[in-house]
Each structure stands twice: as structure tokens, then as C-alpha cells.
């Protein structure tokens, strides 16, 4: 069991806090992601768990035991760096065996986990090699094997991936994935990409300039954002966002057309922005089009094809269509866009989503 | 390879076709410099197990040639073999037996008993190549009166303060050099700036205090009053944090999860890691210590506990005279030194080049 | 069972660091991890403070204290006596009108600036010129820089003991000189023939500049090769397509020389020369070694000055000692700061 749990932590350099109070609970056996743009505090926050970095304030605490006192090596997890951090010097075996040593663990004990670890992460062979004659793939499950032999309560990943080519990332994913299956522990992983965070993780939290914006699992996150940046953030291409106003049960477009939201709390008059995934909106065979857009690049992917252009009110829009299309540059097309189900409407000052009916 | 590959390469140039004039210069200046720097030395190396006698004589010859002898057949001195040119032109080798006015009184090898007079003139010694190495084992080893250079003991103590200096020197700077590269702590920056500013204090400005100083901890003629003082090099210290500092902070935090203490990441990790510093650090430090001189001249006064460079600079001031005696015990001195640069010699010159201190 | 050095030498230092590793952990749980800090800098800082700070110091004290003992408490305070026996000369360019101390005092001083000022610039062009060479396109690069660095790698001792011998009354240089003229008047026509060569006392006769001129020569023998290295390691460093481009513009060598690799290696050129400033300056051992100051005080340097007041002899005068040190650091501080201004400025411009 291990159970973690943040309390209102805070993190500050000096003068400069870049954790402002995070609060959130992780629960046993579950794999959660953080994920925010680059210098947002992901690697900060998990570098706090991980014992690397003091807590300013707040409190972090595992199976309902306060850590903030409790020096890394003690706190019982295991963390995969995204340089990897193999120790250069030593070979697989040894960078395998370095923790455990320390822990004056027996040495059959030792070999058996070591062994173990390695044949599961196919690094068997590569056991008397040095990281520096391993490829990027290899040292990944070299960095992996490292935190599996200790058998943490709590495995840390900082965008462990980052390093690899894409089709490797692919791959590693899976295999990240698997560990996880079989292990079954708790697992935290940072990474900027929402790719992964939405393909591994059974949770995510949304991090932005130090807050937590929205945790949740990953369609709840695609279906119910709670503010304009989950929505810009998590789905891609982006979610397109359209100004307005607000009117009963409906948003009035700046080009004057008025689509149907289903969603309640605004008042009319109220300034919003309508967002519209790429994915959802259609060209528009029949009736009144919800918007006009003169397409200005297409991007033909066989399988399925993107139109940019711009709207008569000079609003940015992209759309995703199944297959291929007819639609070329310069072309005006009349769109649908999609159902009110699918559109989400947030307060333009405060960015928050105005609730779903 | 062909051929003309071998001659080009021989005959590359600065991408012109012939030799520039300024290509000539430059071999006349490198072979020049060649006489002037390496001359010296190679000269005394051949020169050090030459004779007494051709050393006084500044036999200009390379090799080691002395006068053959025979055995008096009388019991007496050794007697000096020469060449005489009879006067049809045909030679014969005869043994010298005494002066008679301008004439020599000799006899032919092998006939003792024929003792004849012929000119001096038309004698010439019959040398033959006899490198002497007695110039080495005498004072070393020998029992004569010139065995005023204890070698093996000066060996000893210069390889004991040597490297227990530079072990020291090592594992101190080192772990300072981490402490200033790894950590945040107070008056860090103040102490690093220190450390830099103390290169600037000459240790020759010191003299009398740091004498006074490892007199009254009770050193002098001790060989730890020569390493002692000098192990906190500013400049290791420096060379080391900068190097350290290359190495990825994730590396320490990686091994602070897997339950290293501080000692052991220093150990098992940031000593490894940080190899070549340490071991320019190690070569420079080597060279300190073996060439010293005047820290030692000052500290140790009795000669059981003379360092190399010490026993030396005595050595030439008792025998001037017996000059073959002092270049064969100069030899043996910067021969160690030598035999390393020899092995060493990229690693040394890079070093210090990418460092640039000494 | 066989054992592989290499994994021999592992275990070793594994051992010895786990060896000290308990005590280590213990200490660390008991101040906590950052603070093993302090517990690093530790060794060197006792070390610095107990023989470089610590005397530095003292200097000044001793300066002001008389008598021949080495025990600091029966040393009594003499106030600024030492400094006025060393200070106190009619003329401080004739050293000979000055006291004992004074004398030996100003004629190390005189001797080591001009020393320095001699021998620093000739090495700095030398070691440049060389330097320059090396860098051009030759072959064996690294045996040639390896030649010139040899010489560094010698102790002062036997630099010393080798140029005593060649350059011995009946040394091999006097030798080979005589042979040269000797050969010179058997081939050349009568005109052209020289006086027989008599031979010199190089490194003793008085009357001559020998002595100091074979001091600085020995020195800068020594010691090019490395000033040599770091010069050449600056010329390494300026990128190769600053003279290319400049190729393309048509500037001539001797341009590309005073407008490209002159200002960029400034930097390197004022290493060197702060570098060896400081340690002409400090000048002693093959000077001591080769001639003992002689001929006379003909090559007495400020350093042999220091080291015999306080060490040579019967009357240890160790205060005077002190106070020459103050002196030098003084004189070394102001040369210190001169330079700095200097190269300020020289980089303001
Ligand atoms: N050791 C540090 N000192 C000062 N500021 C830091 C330090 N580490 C991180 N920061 C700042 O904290 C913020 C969060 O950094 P980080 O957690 O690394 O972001 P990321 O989400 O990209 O991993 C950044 O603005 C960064 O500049
Ligand atoms: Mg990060």
C-alpha cells in the first residue's frame, strides 16, 4: 500500500516561489501524470516527493505519514531521471547493484533481484556493459532496472522519455505501461508531452505556473475540461476557441450566428469564449452553416486531413475531417460546429468552464 | 599507401606545391633548438659512463672509450696498451712499460720479455668501447671513500614524500574541490575566492613563519615537514572544482536515492568521475614534490633524511672533481621524471595546456 | 582462482571507502547531509590555515622581533629596528654603502629586478616564436613540443648541475668553442683568421656579465617550454576560419599576425606574463644551485637573500628575514596591482 498525498505544498528559491500550495491524493497502485509546459514545476514537485528538494511549506505524506523530514533514501521510492543519471563508470550489474549495497542488502538477495529485473527488462545480456556502450533505448530500461530491483513503494519518472527518438517512445510507453501492469505500484510520471500523459496515465494532473489547474482521469479531462488552458492543453490538435457572448442556453459569435451550448450558470451579456475541438466540427452539408471559414492550408494525412483558415471575423479555426477531402486553398466553406454537447463554453476573465447542464 | 602517397606526406608543405621559404626557416629553427635543448642532456647521459679521464679531456667522441690495459707482468699498475706504426707503416700493439726522454719503452702483447724503445710520437692509445658503470655502483653501492651519495636511501625518501605528498594532495583537494562544486553553503563563494586569491601569495614570502611553524609541531628533519605543508595546493583545488562542476548534479541525487551517504557518492562516484583531473593533478603534484628544493633544503639538515634533489645539490658541492661520479648520480635523478614523461608525455602536455598551471 | 588487476583495484578502493564509509553515515545522520560539507573542506582548510594563513601572519610579527630563537616567546619585540637596518643606506643604488643586511638586502633586490626584467621579456618572445612554429603545419607536432617541454620536467638540481659542468673552465662548451676556431683558421683564408680562443670562466669570472647573462640563459632554458605550451595552446584556440576569411580578403601574414592572432591571444600573453613575472621574481634554486650568488653577490637574488639571513650561519637573523619578506610582498603586491591597471586598461581601449 502506499498512498501520497500533498498538502498545501509550497515550494520557494529564495525569494521566488514556483509552488504555490498544491493539494492532491494518489492512490495506491495507481499510474498519475504530471503535466504542464516546461519551467511550470512538474520536475520541482517530484523532485519534492522524491526527498531531492525541501519543502518550503505544506506537507507530503505517504500512507498517511508525514516525509517532509525524511531523507530521500529512506522514504522508499525510486526515481528514473530523464538524463538517465547511470553512473558512467560502472556496469550494468554494478549500477543495478549500487542501492542495494548501500542498503546492506545480502548478496544472493541481490543477484536474485538483479537478475530478476533483467530478465524482464531484456537487459540480460547487457550486464557487464557500461552505459555508455548501451543505446538510448538500452539505458532507459538500464535507468528503469535501477528503480525496479529496489522495489519502491512509490516509482518517480521525470520525462524519462525525452531523450528517445519517436518511434522508441512509442515503444517505451508500452513497456512503462507494462511494468506497471505487472508491478502494480504507485507510479508518478512527468512529462510536457499530453500525448503520453493521456495514453499512460489512469490520472492526470494539469500543471501550470505552479497550480494545479485539473486532476482527473485522462477523457474526463478531454470531455470536461475545468478551465481554458486544460482545454488548450490536453487534446490535439488544439481546441479552437471562438469569442462571444453569452445568451441563454446559447453563445453569440462575434460574426453574429448563435450556436446552442448546453451549459448553465452564465448570465447573458457575459463574455465567453466557445470551444470547439478540431475533431467535432464538420463541414456542413445542409441548412445554415454555424460559421464560414476560407481555408488557407490543408494538410492531406490519407487517413484523415486538416483545414486551416480563418473565420470572417478573423478568428483562427482548424478542422479535423475523417478520410480525404475535395476542400482546396482558397475555397469557403460552411462548417458545422458539432454537437452542443461537445461545445464548451468558459467565462473569457476568469477562463473557468461554465458548468455542462 | 603507394609510393607517391609516402612522398607526398614527406614532403607535405603548407598546401603549396614546394618547400616555402619560410617551411626552411622553421626546420632550421626546430633543429637548432634541437641542439640546445636536448644536446645538453643527451650528452650527459652518454657522458656518464665515460672515464674520469675522458671527461677531463672532453672526449668529443659519442661513445665511452677508454684505454685498453694490460696486467704488469712485474705485479705492478696496469699497464696502457698502445698502437705503434712501425716506420714501414705496419702496426703492432704494445704494452707501455715507462718514459725513457723522448722515446716510450714498451714490449709487444704477449712478450713481456723484449721491452724495446720507439718514439712516443709513433704511439697511439688502443681504446676500446668500455662504458664504466663503476660511476654508478661506486657511489651507490661501493665501498670506497666516495660514498658520500646514499642513493638508495635519497631514492626512498624522495618516492615516500613523493607519493605520499601527492596521495594527500589528492584525496584533500579533492574533497574540497567537491565540497565548493556540489554544495550550497554558506561563505562558499568567500572561501572559493580565498582559495584563488592564495595563488597569488608566493610560499616564498612565508619562509621564516612556516619554518617557525613546523619547527614548533616538532617536523623538522622529519619528511611529514615536507609533505605536510604542502598538500593544500590552492591550485588543485581549483583545478578539481572546476571539473567537478562538469558533472551532472543528476548523478548525485540518483545515488542519494539509492541510499549512498555523502562519503560514498565522493568515493564511488565524483572520485571515478572526476579521473582526469585528478590525475593532471597527479602529474603535476609528482612533480612538485620529486624536484623540490628549497622547502626540503630548509626543513631537513641531516643527510638520513636528504630527498634526491637535496642529496644531489651536496654531492656537487663535496665533488667537484669527480665529475664522472656526479653525472652518472645526475642521471639517476631525473631519471625517474624522465622514464615518466616518456610514458605519460600526451597526458602531461595536454593537461597542462588545457590547464594552465603548474 | 585468478585475479584481474583491475578488479583487484576495484575491490580496494571499494573496501577503502566503505572502511570509512560508517563513521562517515553516522556522522552524517547526526548533522544532517548538506553539512558534510564543512566535514569536506575540513582537512584542506586546517591545512591552508595552519601553513599558509597562519604564517602569513606571523611574518608580519617575527618582522618585529629580534634575537636568534625560533620560539616565538623569547623572541623580543624590537619594534621597526629591522626594517631600519635593512632600509637604512645612503644610497640605496650602491648597496655597498649600506649595513650587512642592507647590503645583501638591496644587491638581491637590484639583481632580482634586473633579473626579471631581462629574462621574462626574452622568454615571453621566445617562448611566442616557438610557440608560433610549433603551430604551423609540421610534422611531429608532438615530439617537438615534447623536446621543449623536457627541460620542464627537471628538477632545478640537475638543470643546475648540467649547465655547471658544461660550462666549466674546462668545461665542453670552452671546448667545443676552441675546436671551432681552431678548424675556422685551418680553412679560412688569413684575413679572416681569429686570435686562439681563450678559454672562459663562464659562470666565475667576475670581471664579465657571464655569470648573470648564463643565470637568465639557464633559467629560460628551463622554463620556456612551459610558457611555451600554454602559448601554443592559445593559438590552438583562435578558430582556423578567422584566417581563412582573412585569407579570402587578401591580408597579408604579417597582418593576419598583428591584427588577428596578437589581439586574441592577449589573454593567453597576459597569463604567461603575470605567470612569470611572479616566479622570476621568486627566483632561487638554479640560481643557488648553479652559482651560489657568486661570482661575489654578482648573482645573489632577493630570495637566497631571505634564505640565508635566516638560515645560513651562525647568527639566525630571522627577524630580518621576516622583514625582507614583508618587503618583497610589498614590492610583489605593488607589481601586482601595476599589472592589473595596465592590462585594465589595455582591455578598456
Ligand atoms: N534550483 C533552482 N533554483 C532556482 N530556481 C529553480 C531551481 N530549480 C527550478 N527552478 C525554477 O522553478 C521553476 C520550475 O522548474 P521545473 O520544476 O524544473 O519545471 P519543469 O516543469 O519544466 O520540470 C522554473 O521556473 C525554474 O526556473
Ligand atoms: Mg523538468
Known amino acids: 500500500m502506499a498512498r501520497l498525498e500533498l498538502k498545501q505544498v509550497k515550494k520557494a528559491f529564495g525569494p521566488v516561489e514556483v509552488i504555490h500550495g498544491i493539494d492532491l491524493a494518489i492512490d495506491h497502485g495507481e499510474f498519475v501524470v504530471f503535466v504542464g509546459p516546461s519551467g511550470c514545476g512538474k520536475s520541482t514537485l517530484l523532485r519534492m516527493i522524491a526527498g531531492l528538494e525541501d519543502v518550503t511549506a505544506g506537507e507530503i505524506a505517504i500512507d498517511g505519514q508525514g516525509v517532509n523530514n525524511v531523507p530521500a533514501a529512506e522514504r522508499g521510492l525510486a526515481m528514473v531521471f530523464q538524463s538517465y543519471a547511470l553512473y558512467p563508470h560502472m556496469s550494468v550489474r554494478q549500477n543495478l547493484s549500487f542501492g542495494l549495497e548501500n542498503l546492506k542488502m545480502p548478496k544472493a538477495e541481490i543477484k536474485h533481484r538483479v537478475d530478476e529485473a533483467a530478465r524482464m527488462l531484456r537487459l540480460d545480456k547487457l550486464l557487464d556493459r557500461r552505459p555508455g556502450q548501451l543505446s538510448g533505448g538500452q539505458r532507459q530500461r538500464v535507468a528503469i532496472g535501477r528503480a525496479v530491483v529496489r522495489e519502491p513503494r512509490i516509482f518517480l519518472f521525470d520525462e524519462p522519455l525525452s531523450n528517445l527518438d519517436a518511434e522508441l517512445r512509442v515503444q517505451m510507453r508500452v513497456e512503462i505501461g507494462n511494468l506497471h501492469q505487472r508491478l502494480g505500484n504507485t507510479m508518478i510520471y512527468v512529462t510536457h508531452d499530453q500525448v503520453e500523459a493521456m495514453t499512460m496515465a489512469d490520472r492526470i494532473a494539469v500543471l501550470r505556473d505552479g497550480r494545479l489547474e485539473q486532476f482527473g482521469k485522462p477523457l474526463d479531462l478531454y470531455n470536461r475540461p475545468a478551465n481554458l488552458f486544460v482545454a488548450g492543453f490536453i487534446g490535439s490538435p488544439r481546441m479552437n476557441f471562438l469569442d462571444g457572448t453569452f445568451e441563454d442556453g446559447a453563445v453569440r459569435l462575434k460574426s453574429g450566428e448563435r450556436v446552442a451550448a448546453a451549459c448553465q450558470g452564465g448570465k447573458p451579456g457575459q463574455a465567453v469564449k466557445l470551444g470547439v475541438r478540431p475533431e467535432h466540427i464538420s463541414l456542413s452539408e445542409s441548412g445554415t452553416p454555424d460559421a464560414t471559414l476560407s481555408v488557407s492550408l490543408i494538410e492531406q494525412l490519407g487517413g484523415e486531413s486538416y483545414l486551416h483558415g480563418t473565420l470572417a471575423s478573423g478568428e483562427e479555426l482548424s478542422v479535423r475531417l475523417a478520410g480525404q477531402t475535395q476542400v482546396s486553398r482558397g475555397d469557403k466553406v460552411g462548417l458545422s460546429l458539432g454537437t452542443p454537447a461537445a461545445r464548451h463554453v468558459f467565462d473569457a476573465a476568469s477562463?473557468?468552464?461554465l458548468a455542462p447542464l | 599507401m603507394g609510393t607517391g602517397d609516402v612522398i607526398r606526406f614527406l614532403t607535405r608543405t603548407r598546401g603549396r606545391g614546394r618547400l616555402h621559404w619560410s617551411d626552411w626557416l622553421t626546420y632550421a629553427y626546430l633543429i637548432l633548438s634541437l641542439l640546445v635543448v636536448v644536446l645538453p642532456i643527451m650528452w650527459m647521459f652518454l657522458s656518464s659512463v665515460k672515464s674520469p679521464a675522458a671527461l677531463v679531456e672532453n672526449d668529443p667522441r659519442i661513445l665511452p672509450y677508454t684505454q685498453l690495459t694490460v696486467p704488469s707482468p712485474t705485479g705492478g699498475r696496469d699497464q696502457n696498451v698502445f698502437v705503434h706504426t712501425r716506420t714501414d707503416g705496419s702496426t703492432v700493439d704494445v704494452a707501455f712499460v715507462g718514459p725513457r726522454g723522448v722515446n716510450a719503452r714498451v714490449y709487444e702483447l704477449g712478450k713481456p720479455d723484449t721491452v724495446f724503445e720507439v718514439p712516443r710520437t709513433s704511439l697511439a692509445r688502443k681504446e676500446v668501447v668500455d662504458p664504466r658503470w663503476e660511476n654508478y655502483t661506486e657511489p651507490t653501492l661501493g665501498s670506497t671513500q666516495s660514498r658520500t651519495f646514499n642513493f638508495l636511501r635519497y631514492f626512498w625518501n624522495s618516492t615516500f614524500v613523493t607519493v605520499m605528498a601527492t596521495l594527500l594532495t589528492l584525496i584533500v583537494n579533492a574533497m574540497a574541490g567537491f565540497a565548493l562544486s556540489k554544495y550550497k553553503?554558506?561563505?562558499r563563494d568567500a572561501m572559493a575566492l580565498t582559495i584563488v586569491a592564495t595563488l597569488l601569495i608566493p610560499p616564498t614570502v612565508i619562509l621564516v613563519p612556516l619554518f617557525m611553524t613546523v619547527s614548533s609541531l616538532g617536523m623538522l628533519n622529519s619528511l611529514w615537514g615536507v609533505i605536510?605543508?604542502?598538500?593544500?595546493?590552492?591550485?588543485?583545488v581549483f583545478l578539481?572544482?572546476?571539473?567537478?562542476?562538469?558533472?551532472?548534479?543528476?548523478?548525485?541525487?540518483?545515488?542519494?536515492?539509492?541510499?549512498a551517504s555523502e562519503w560514498k557518492i565522493f568515493w564511488r562516484i565524483i572520485l571515478p568521475l572526476a579521473l582526469p583531473a585528478l590525475s593532471v593533478l597527479a602529474i603535476l603534484s609528482v612533480m612538485w614534490r620529486w624536484n623540490d628544493f628549497m622547502w626540503p633544503l630548509i626543513v631537513l639538515t641531516q643527510s638520513e633524511v636528504f630527498t634526491l634533489q637535496l642529496g644531489l645539490s651536496t654531492f656537487k658541492g663535496e665533488l667537484n672533481d669527480n665529475m664522472h661520479y656526479l653525472l652518472a648520480m645526475t642521471v639517476l635523478t631525473l631519471l625517474p621524471v624522465t622514464l615518466v614523461f616518456v610514458f605519460l608525455q600526451k597526458h602531461i602536455t595536454s593537461g597542462i595546456a588545457n590547464t594552465g598551471l603548474k | 582462482m585468478q585475479v584481474r588487476p583491475q578488479a583487484a583495484f576495484e575491490w580496494l578502493w571499494k573496501t577503502a571507502g566503505d572502511v570509512l564509509d560508517g563513521p562517515m553515515r553516522a556522522l552524517q545522520r547526526h548533522i544532517g547531509a548538506h553539512r558534510m560539507a564543512y566535514v569536506f573542506l575540513l582537512p584542506n582548510l586546517l591545512v591552508f590555515g595552519l601553513f599558509s594563513f597562519w604564517p602569513m601572519i606571523l611574518n608580519f610579527y617575527i618582522a618585529f622581533t629580534g634575537g636568534q630563537s625560533v620560539i616565538l616567546a623569547d623572541r623580543p619585540l624590537v619594534g621597526l629596528d629591522n626594517f631600519r637596518e635593512l632600509l637604512a643606506c645612503p644610497s640605496y643604488l650602491d648597496p655597498r654603502t649600506c649595513g650587512v643586511a642592507g647590503y645583501s638586502f638591496w644587491t638581491g633586490l637590484w639583481n632580482t629586478l634586473f633579473f626579471a626584467l631581462v629574462q621574462v621579456p626574452l622568454m615571453i618572445v621566445v617562448a611566442l616564436a616557438t610557440a608560433l612554429i610549433l603551430n604551423r603545419d609540421i610534422r611531429?607536432?608532438?615530439f617537438w613540443r615534447a623536446v621543449y617541454f623536457y627541460p620542464v620536467m627537471l628538477s632545478p638540481v640537475v638543470v643546475a648541475v648540467i649547465w655547471d659542468w658544461i660550462l666549466k673552465r674546462r668545461g665542453i662548451l670552452n671546448a667545443a668553442l676552441e675546436k671551432a676556431v681552431e678548424t675556422w683558421n685551418a680553412i679560412a683564408p688569413?684575413?679572416?683568421?681569429?686570435?686562439?680562443?681563450?678559454?672562459?670562466?663562464?659562470?666565475i669570472d667576475a670581471r664579465s656579465g657571464w655569470p648573470m647573462f648564463w643565470v637568465i640563459f639557464v633559467y629560460t632554458w628551463a622554463h620556456l617550454g612551459f610558457y611555451m605550451l600554454i602559448l601554443l595552446a592559445g593559438l590552438q584556440a583562435i578558430p582556423r576560419d578567422l584566417y581563412e576569411a582573412a585569407q579570402m580578403d587578401g591580408t597579408s601574414k604579417s597582418r593576419q599576425f598583428w591584427r588577428i592572432t596578437l589581439p586574441l591571444l592577449m589573454p593567453t600573453m597576459i597569463v604567461v606574463l603575470v605567470l612569470s613575472l611572479i616566479r622570476a621574481f621568486q627566483v632561487f634554486d638554479e640560481v643557488y644551485v648553479l652559482t651560489g650568488g657568486g661570482p661575489g653577490q654578482a648573482t645573489k637574488m632577493m630570495i637566497q637573500h631571505?634564505?640565508?639571513?635566516?638560515?645560513?650561519?651562525?647568527?639566525?637573523?630571522?627577524g630580518i628575514a621576516a622583514a625582507s619578506s614583508v618587503l618583497v610582498a610589498l614590492l610583489l603586491m605593488v607589481l601586482t596591482f601595476l599589472q592589473l591597471a595596465v592590462t585594465r586598461k589595455k582591455a578598456g581601449n
Open chain 3, 306 to 318: 631571505i634564505y640565508e639571513s635566516a638560515f645560513i650561519g651562525d647568527a639566525k637573523r630571522y
Open chain 1, 351 to 353: 477562463g473557468l468552464v
Open chain 3, 190 to 203: 688569413t684575413f679572416l683568421m681569429m686570435a686562439d680562443y681563450r678559454a672562459i670562466n663562464w659562470l
Open chain 2, 228 to 236: 605536510i605543508p604542502t598538500i593544500a595546493t590552492p591550485t588543485g
Open chain 2, 185 to 187: 553553503f554558506r561563505g
Open chain 3, 140 to 142: 611531429a607536432r608532438g
Open chain 2, 240 to 259: 578539481l572544482r572546476q571539473y567537478m562542476l562538469t558533472i551532472p548534479d543528476e548523478l548525485l541525487e540518483a545515488a542519494r536515492m539509492d541510499a
